[in-house]
């Protein structure tokens, strides 16, 4: 089972801003000499927004939900009016595909 997921971002606060459209809570962490990072709880497990530095931006596909697909599509048109929502279909359920600002793709479902 899953039990955490690092992303490295570019921006880290812009990024903290675009997941919590998904309803995500963060707390600002700092453990020993590591960078200053956001976390959050889904779950049981931990996702946390670290800045890039040296590393590469993450690149992955992630699957997330959210408790209402149109409040979500309301919420990050309102933070992020220029990030595109693309509505598809697969038996019949609905999805919503978006892209984060560190160019993560996401598939998000009710």
């Known amino acids: 089972m899953i ?3 690092v992303l ?7 990024s903290k801003s675009f997941y919590e459209c ?10 020993g000499q590591g960078p200053t990072h956001f976390s959050a709880e889904l779950d049981g497990i931990i996702f ?3 800045p890039k530095g040296e590393k590469e ?3 992955t596909r992630l699957g997330l939900n959210v408790s209402s697909l149109d409040a979500f ?10 990030t595109p929502i693309k509505t598809i279909e ?9 892209t984060d ?10």
């Open 8 to 14: 490295y971002c570019q921006d880290i606060h812009q």
């Open 90 to 98: 697969f038996d019949q359920i609905k999805k919503r595909l978006v």
């Open 48 to 50: 946390e927004l670290y």
């Open 73 to 82: 599509t309301k919420k990050l048109r309102d933070r992020f009016p220029n």
């Open 3 to 5: 039990n955490l997921v």
């Open 57 to 59: 931006i993450t690149r």
């Open 101 to 110: 600002p560190n160019g993560i793709k996401i598939e998000v479902m009710e």
């Open 22 to 31: 998904f309803g995500m809570s963060f707390v600002e962490e700092k453990h």
